[in-house]
Structure formats: C-alpha cells, structure tokens
C-alpha cells in the first residue's frame, strides 16, 4: 500500500504537540462542540456551562448577532429576524420548503433559498456559519488556542448539495474541515463500535423536529450504511405539541394569541423533559389576560396522549429493515441518539421491537458530536507518534471491465481509505447467467490500458431479459489498503467476492507514469470511449433484432422483412469498418426501422397471453 505523506494547510506543528481539533454536531436544534483531552473526548460548555447551543441566530435591531438561548429570548417579538431549524434549508431551493410553515421572509431566486433579514439577505449557509462561529470561539477559548480543524457531522441522507453547502459554511466560520462525518457513524464511534466486532447497528435518533433511523454495518472497521429512512417532520416538538393540546383542553383555553402559546409550548417542553424521571409534573403559567393555568400531569397520562407519535418511529424502523433485507435478529446493537430518546416509553418500544435492551450509557444529545472529536482527535494526528498527519489515499483509480473493453471507475485515484462504493450494472444478453467481474486499476479509460488486477466470476444469475438482472458491485478498500470486491444480483441474492491487493508491485514511478499517460493520452481516450460505446450500442440491437427475426419474422411482409435485413447489414459492415459515427448513424436507422416490428411482436405477445382466458380471470 502506498502510504502518501500529506501535510495539510494549517497543520504544521512541532512533533508531539497535541493539536487542537473538534467535533461538532450541527444540529436541527441543538449544535455542540467536543474534543478529546487529555485523552478522553467531552463537550464543551459555553461560560454558563451549558453545553448544548440552541441552533437559532437573531439578527438584533443593534445589529449583533446573537445565538442559542438568547437569540431564543428575542423570537417572540422579533420572529422574522430570528432564525431556528435552519438545517432545513441547507442546499434546498425554495419549493423543497414550501409545505413548511415559517415566519420568514424566503427570497425567490433560483438556486438556494435565501431569507431577507434585518442584517441583509442570508443564504442558510451564512446562517449556519453564525453557529458555527459561535462553537468555533467556544472551543478556542475553552482549548486555549487556535483549531487545526474540525469534522462536522451530517445526516446519512444529506445529498451532495447538502454536504457541499455545510462545508461551505464551516469554511464562512474560519474553520478547517477535516471531513465530513454520517451523524449515525459518529454515534457509533462514540460507542466505541469501530473496535469491537464486526456486525449491523441500528442508529436510531429523535432530535427536535425529526427522526432518523440508519442501519451501520461494520466490517473491517470500516462503516457502510445500508439503509436510512425516517420522518423529517417527528421529534420531541410534537411530544410538546401533544402536552400544549392536552393542557387547553383542561385549562378550556380556546385559542391563544402567539406569544401565550409559545409560553406553553416552553413549559410544556420543560413537562416533557421532567417526565424522563418524575412520575408526575405540575405546569404553571400567567397568561396575558390575567388568566392562570395550573394543572398536574402524570407520566400515564403523557404516555396516553403519546402513543402515536411513539410508534409513528415504528414504522420508518421497519422500512429501514426491509430496504436492508434484514430482520431483526440480525441487528447486534441499537444506539440511540437525539435528546428525545431520553423519553423511557421511546426507550422501551425500540427495546420491545429488536427484542435487546439499547444502548443508551451515553449522554443520547452528545453523541454525535463525542464521536465527531474522536474521529477529529485522529485526523489532526494526536494519535501514535507520528509528526505527519498520515492520510492513506488509493494512488490510482479503482475500476471494472464493461462492455466494450471500456473501464468504469469506481473508486477514483486519492480517495482516502478506508472506503467502499458500490455501483449497479446489469446483463447484456436474454438469459446470460454468468458474469465476468474484471478488476482494473489506472486512469485510462481502455482495457489494455489499465493493470488488471483480478478476475472472477458470478455465476447462477437467475435467466432473464437483457438488462433486467441488477448486479451490485461492491468495493471496499479497508485500512490497511486492502481491497475486495463482492458483486451480488439482488432480486436472487446469488453472491460472489474475492480479495485483492491493490497497488502490489507499482513503484512511486510507475504510479507517476500511468497519471501523466493518462493526461497525454486524455484526447485518444475519448474517442477510443466513443467508438466503444458506439459498438456496444450496435451489438446490442443487432443481437435483439436478430433473436426477434429468429422468432418472429412470419409477422412482416417481404418487404418489411428485406428492409430490416439490409439495414442490419449496413450496421454490421460500419462495425467492421470502427467508424464511430457511422455506427451510430446505422444504429439509430435500425432502431427506427424495427420499431413497427417491435409493435406488431407485442401485438401478438399480448393475443397470444389472452388466448384460453376467460374475462372472470381479469376481474382483480
Ligand atoms: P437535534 O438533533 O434535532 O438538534 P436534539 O438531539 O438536541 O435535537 O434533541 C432535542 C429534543 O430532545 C428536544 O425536543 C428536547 O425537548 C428533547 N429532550 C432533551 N432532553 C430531554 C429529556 N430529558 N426528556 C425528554 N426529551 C428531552
Ligand atoms: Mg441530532
């Protein structure tokens, strides 16, 4: 394996000084920052000692930009200044967000949203970075120096737009992102999963405002999510939500004006949070017109009032298991996350469904960002003596044969390991029941002008039509720059793999020499691909056409029949000839030519299924 020595902007430092690195949860709710001192990762508390920081920014009439709890302080009177939940926004447009209801001023332009404030119009990314900023000089003064950076987590389902606007906003905030990290792996980092065995987790996390549940699989220390689902609109808010109902009905308030209802919509969050451990809580408040509310609620009668939502995150669980293709039994662990899940009826419902008590001796809202702060610890090089941040990346790209002696890359050069990729493909011809798996290793896009690296084969696919069997491939390189590749046809399950040392026998120079052949040659390799591609296309209708005139050429006239003949030939010869652009040109008349004899075959496919039914086996 080369180990390339990579030394990062910002990370000079005397060897064996401890470099100051962070995790940070940004979350829908609440954000948190975390290192590891001294050895042992904590969160680190603002100079109250809170740890957690509301995720909500106030641009204030005095022009400062206030956040957490006292940008809270200020949403009643100023709600169109003050900004919470923006990780909502974060990469989305405008119309992703229309269904939710908001006090704010939404800026239609095409690309991101943007909100119009008091302090200007901000993009989500800027919001972000105001929280952010704010955990960023949390650290600094609680560390006591500068960061070298910091790992972010995201949402396992965060796409690219997301993942790119949260790294954006880091680098608005002055800080250095080591990586991005799946909030459901950091929680298991924080548990310490990645040391143990090997086996599937289920991360399930009730922040705020939303739910998700992600299933991990740990093999070789490396993390590969297998499945996400959840609910964007569940989490402890509607508990308060239920509580808030619960007391009007009680108290016989009708409706309250704003600022009434968000006083009991706060203590009501605080009755939610007292039930975790008290078997009964009693609300208290003073409302506007002189009227006061004092009513007791029991943990039963919460739990009544909450049964719904608690097995609402049922339903996401289940569908997570069925995208998996697991049961519960195979599930060695469940780690749960998110403030919410301090609830013990939440507690004892995902206990109840996987049949095992959950992991919960973690702090569930710090998790993700302990996790964050180890991974971020190892980044930044505090571990082993080393005076260098070592970052093991793959020197050339991954690949696999396809039709045409074409090379599809699947793990490009410098993709840092541990990493996997999996890719789809399907079967060229009806009934093909084996396919060649060749793995290819350099930049070029031919066959010939890559190193293969090994070959093998997946046998027993099931016989289907061209293009119907759906093939994974999986590639996996762990720590130690070991690769194995696995490809499995999902609806049969038939699976084979094999292991491969990927960069065995490449010197440094020969490494150097395939990249900079690769430039050199970028112009012959394009058209080298598009002459490829051409022929792949070609074949493919060719060997349909001729399996479709095999058995059903009584259905065309002389004429038809003589046509399509003669335009099947004048394929053929371009194909002999490797003239791209004639080949494309013959395939696309073919294509045109056969497609009435296309409508007659089904035509007759769909008389033929009729015949010897009577209409009562239509009725369902
Ligand atoms: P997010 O990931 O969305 O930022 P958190 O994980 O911080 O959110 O969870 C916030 C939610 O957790 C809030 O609804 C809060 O009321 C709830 N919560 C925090 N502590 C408790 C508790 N002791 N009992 C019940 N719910 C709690
Ligand atoms: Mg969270």
């Known amino acids: 394996m080369a180990l390339l020595q990579i030394s990062e902007p910002g990370l000079f430092a005397e060897p064996h000084q401890h470099r100051l690195a962070v995790g940070i949860d940004l979350g829908t709710t609440n954000s948190l920052v975390a290192s590891v001192k001294s050895g042992s990762p904590a969160c680190l508390p603002d100079e109250q000692g809170r740890t957690l920081l509301a995720s909500v920014v106030n641009y204030g009439k005095d022009g400062v930009i206030r956040v957490g709890s006292s940008a809270i302080a200020r949403q009643n009177d100023d709600p169109s200044n003050t900004i919470s939940s923006v990780k909502r926004f974060m990469g989305r447009g405008i119309n992703d967000v229309a269904d939710l209801a908001t006090p704010y001023r939404f800026v239609d332009e095409p690309g991101m949203l943007k909100i119009s404030t008091r302090a200007g119009i901000k993009s989500p990314v800027e919001v972000s970075a105001d929280i952010l900023r704010a955990l960023k000089t949390r650290a600094e003064q609680s560390l006591g120096g500068d960061l070298v950076g910091a790992v972010i987590t995201v949402p396992a389902y965060f796409d690219d737009a997301q993942r790119q606007a949260t790294k954006d906003a880091a680098r608005i905030a002055g800080l250095n992102v080591l990586r991005l990290l799946n909030e459901p792996t950091a929680a298991a980092i924080a548990y310490g999963l990645d040391n143990g065995s090997e086996g599937t987790y289920v991360i399930y996390d009730l922040g705020g405002g939303t739910f998700d549940v992600s299933i991990l699989e740990l093999t070789r220390g490396l993390f590969e999510v297998r499945a996400t689902s959840g609910d964007s609109k569940l989490g402890g808010d509607d508990f308060d939500h239920r509580i808030y109902c619960w007391i009007l009905e009680q108290a016989e308030l009708s409706a309250l004006n704003a600022q009434d209802a968000r006083v009991l919509l706060t203590r009501a969050r605080e009755a939610k ?31 009544e ?16 298991l069925r995208d998996a293709k697991l049961q519960v039994s195979d599930i060695k662990g469940v780690v749960m996350v998110g403030g919410a899940t301090r609830m013990p009826q939440i507690r004892h419902a995902v206990a109840d469904f996987f049949k095992q008590e959950p992991l919960t001796n973690l702090d569930p809202d710090k998790v993700v960002a302990i996790g964050a702060a180890i991974q971020a610890n190892v980044l930044a090089g505090n571990k082993g003596d080393d005076e260098w941040l070592l970052l093991d990346v793959i020197p050339l790209s991954l690949g696999l044969e396809t039709m045409g002696n074409l090379v599809e890359k699947i793990i490009p050069r410098n993709s840092t390991i541990p990493t996997a990729r999996a890719q789809e493909f399907t079967t060229f011809k009806d009934g093909q ?23 093998f084969e997946l046998r027993g ?66 058209q080298a691909r598009k002459l490829a591609e051409a022929l792949v296309d070609a074949s493919s209708i060719v060997n349909a056409t001729q399996a479709a005139l095999a058995s059903d050429a009584h259905l065309l006239n002389t004429q038809e029949l003589s046509h399509i003949e003669n335009s099947l030939a004048t394929l053929q010869s371009s194909m002999q000839a490797l003239d791209a652009n004639a080949i494309h040109a013959a395939t696309e008349k073919l294509n045109e030519i056969t497609g009435d004899f296309a409508a007659k075959r089904m035509d007759a496919a769909v008389k033929c299924g009729l015949a010897g039914q009577n209409i009562a086996d239509f009725k369902d």
């Not at 809580?281 to 739990?303: K, P």
């Not at 009032?305 to 997570?320: D, F, G, M, Q």
């Not at 029941?433 to 066959?447: D, F, K, P």
């Not at 084979?496 to 440094?508: E, N, Q, R, T």
Request: net charge negative.
């Open 433 to 455: 029941t084996a396919m060649a798996i060749h793995v290819l290793q350099g930049e070029r896009e031919l066959v010939s002008d890559c190193r293969s690296l090994a070959r």
């Open 305 to 320: 009032i909450t049964c719904t939502l608690v097995s609402n995150t049922i339903t996401p669980v289940r569908k997570a």
């Open 273 to 303: 949070e007292a039930l975790s451990d008290h078997p009964s809580t009693r609300i208290t408040a003073v409302l506007r017109e002189g009227v006061v509310v004092d009513v007791e609620l029991s943990v039963e009668t919460f739990h």
């Open 461 to 526: 696919i099931p016989p289907m039509v061209a293009g119907a069997a759906r093939i994974r491939v999986s590639f996996q390189v762990d720590a130690d720059g070991l690769l194995s590749v696995s490809a499995k046809e999902l609806s049969s399950g038939v699976e084979a793999s094999i292991m491969v040392k990927p960069s065995y026998g490449l010197s440094d120079d020969e490494i150097s020499n395939m990249l900079s052949d690769s430039m050199k040659n970028a112009n012959a390799d394009v």
